[in-house]
């Protein structure tokens, strides 16, 4: 009867540490919030190697975007041995094979100077994320709850890095939008300083216009001979007061008349045919 009773209580507290030990992974999120991968990585290596009191806990994260593959492994403090995480990827691809979908769920193999029990776990639907291996002398590992325990951390740790390397996405557009934005700010920013810098030249340019326009008309009113203009037609575009005083037509009435009507007729024929020449030559 206490036989019974003694596994029974065993049974119990393994359940308990179990239920413990799921609460601690599903919390784990929380700790990882705006974590890097890196960081989510590191944490979970230390949660699984603590909680399973394994050997040796291995993660690869697949290459995304421009970064590159990331590798860790935590080795127990009992184990003699030590390995880089490189050494661990090439031997996993020697025990298991390079394809993560081919790997089996369970294998012993040795490693330093002991067998090893390896659990492989898929990150990711595909594994498209990469993988992670939980190594262990014991020769029941791993039990049913240990399964769980590494089945969910895997889920768990799939989430968190989809979210890190979603919210990395989003600061790599966020910042070159702010830096578009900076761009094109300083573009328009130059472009209408250059158009305030033509505004003032054109005001300035109109303005001297203007003051050279006023003392001409200044010049010409003022001016004892008669000053008349014409077009290419031959038509007066212009005429000083003193077209009055000397040939008696008011300067106003005649604008749009002819040149020709401030010539002496015998002059008219031979003034149109030279100013025909002209034009044309």
């Not at 359940?15 to 601690?24: E, H, K, P, T, W």
């Not at 697949?62 to 590159?68: F, P, S, Y």
């Not at 810098?197 to 006023?214: F, T």
């Not at 000053?227 to 077209?243: C, F, K, Q, R």
Request: aromatic residues 4%.
């Amino acid at each position: 009867m206490d036989v019974p009773a003694r596994d029974t209580a065993e049974e119990i507290k393994r359940l308990q540490r179990c239920v413990n030990d799921l609460i601690s992974v599903v919390a784990l999120p929380a700790v990882w919030s705006g974590g890097e991968p890196s960081q989510i990585v590191h944490t979970l290596l230390d949660a699984l190697l603590r909680m399973l009191q394994l050997d040796l806990v291995y993660v690869r994260l697949e290459k995304t975007g421009d970064q590159a593959p990331i590798e860790m492994v935590r080795l127990a403090q009992s184990q003699k041995y030590s390995a880089q995480p490189h050494e661990i990827a090439e031997a996993l691809k020697h025990w298991l094979g390079a394809d993560n979908q081919q790997w089996p769920p369970l294998m012993r193999n040795h490693l330093g100077d002991r067998d090893i029990s390896i659990v492989p776990l898929g990150l990711g639907l595909q594994s498209e994320i990469g993988a992670i291996v939980a190594g262990s002398e014991r020769e029941d590992f791993p039990q049913q709850t240990e399964r769980l325990i590494l089945s969910v951390a895997a889920n768990q740790a799939s989430i968190g890095l989809q979210e890190a390397w979603l919210r990395r996405e989003q600061k790599r557009v966020a910042s070159e939008l702010d830096l578009r934005v900076v761009q094109r700010t300083t573009e328009l920013a130059a472009a209408n300083e250059e158009l305030r810098k033509e505004i003032a030249d054109r005001k300035h340019a109109e303005e001297d216009l203007r003051s050279s326009e006023e003392k001409h008309r200044v010049i010409v009113e003022a001016a004892h001979d008669v000053v008349v203009s014409m077009d290419e037609e031959g038509a007066i575009l212009l005429a000083n007061p003193a077209t009055q005083r000397i040939f008696g037509y008011d300067p106003v009435e005649i604008v749009g008349e002819p040149m020709t009507m401030l010539m002496p007729e015998m002059m008219r024929k031979l003034h149109e045919n030279g100013f025909r020449r002209y034009l044309a030559t």
